[in-house]
């Protein structure tokens, strides 16, 4: 038998066998952040410090420990964009996430985490929330360990790596690598007006998104502002997703925020209730924002500010849906 074949079906059936998108995978999650991080223009980003520990109303969210699966599931469920989360190592060489150098705070037992190993770690049960004296009951979690968190989040969220110990940078990004999530890891460090190097062009800075941290840095060797700190950190080859402000007085925040604004970078506040204002002196925070129907997020971003690591993403999320704002 034989088979005719018009010109037009000839073409759809070339198309069919030489077509990409046959084998290309859908863009997942995780990867839709990553491009709204290097695009300040496609609306607030929200990171989540120590994931979402709050309780939440907008879905009914108990709280969950910080620093927790819980608490990045939460983040998962709330549509946050970033989780934040703290690397420290074991006693027996395990890159674990918690923030404090002893588990007192955090969990019902004793002791430095460079002291214990993983089984003793993760024999311990994590308290609620913040825990300390603040919430002091235990749930069911215990200390995980960064390879389970970074396995977590493939493909769904992205996370900050706030890495506590020096001596660990290089094996956190390297874990970051081996997981697949080397695109979807933020790192940051401190920089001063004394940091020599463009630290984003530093070897492992380079192969994942990374963003310097500034403050007022007052007594420093040249005496330079945080608005040519950054412009320093700006002139590598490798180019920061965005700069993070820490203790900034508001004098010196409008210089800055041009330099970011100009180079098309996006600008970091932190708003936490947990420690209080650390980004703009004076602009407030989470509680504030609570206080006031969310005003004081909205100033923020009315200042410049596009990217905020919030204790309230769930209250946050709700503000910027009832103003219109883009995220």
Request: negative net charge; glycine residues 8%; contains cysteine.
């Amino acid at each position: 038998m034989k088979l005719f074949l018009t010109k037009q079906t000839s073409a759809l059936l070339l198309l069919a066998v030489l077509s990409p998108c046959q084998a290309a995978s859908p863009v997942t999650r995780a990867e839709q952040i990553r491009q709204k991080l290097d695009d300040p223009a496609a609306g607030i980003f929200i990171a989540a410090h120590r994931g979402c520990h709050n309780a939440s109303p907008r879905l009914a969210l108990a709280a969950a420990p910080e620093n927790s699966r819980a608490a990045l599931e939460h983040c998962v469920l709330l549509g946050v964009d970033m989780m934040e989360l703290d690397v420290r190592r074991a006693g027996d060489g395990t890159l674990v996430v918690i923030h404090d150098a002893s588990v007192d705070r955090t969990t019902n037992g004793h002791g430095k985490v460079a002291d214990l190993t993983l089984a003793q770690l993760q024999q311990l049960r994590l308290k609620q929330n913040f825990g300390g004296q603040m919430a002091p009951e235990l749930s069911d979690e215990n200390v995980a360990t960064l390879a389970e968190m970074l396995e977590a989040a493939k493909g769904r969220i992205m996370l900050n790596l706030d890495i506590k110990e020096p001596a660990i940078y290089t094996d956190t990004i390297a874990a970051a690598a081996a997981h697949g999530m080397a695109r979807h890891v933020l790192v940051k460090t401190f920089v001063d007006d004394g940091t020599t190097t463009v630290m984003a062009d530093q070897p492992g800075f380079s192969t994942v998104p990374y963003m310097p941290i500034v403050g007022p840095w007052h007594g420093t060797a040249q005496g330079q502002s945080p608005a040519q700190i950054v412009a320093r950190q700006l002139t590598g080859q490798h180019r920061p997703v965005g700069v993070e402000l820490v203790f900034i007085p508001a004098d010196q925040y409008r210089p800055l925020q041009q330099v970011v604004a100009q180079a098309g970078l996006r600008l970091w506040a932190n708003a936490l209730t947990s420690v209080g204002v650390i980004s703009v002196i004076g602009m407030g925070g989470d509680l504030e924002a609570l206080r006031t129907g969310g005003q004081t997020w909205g100033a923020l971003f009315a200042s410049g500010v596009n990217t905020i690591q919030t204790d309230e993403p769930g209250p946050l999320l709700d503000y910027l849906e009832r103003e219109g704002i883009k995220h």
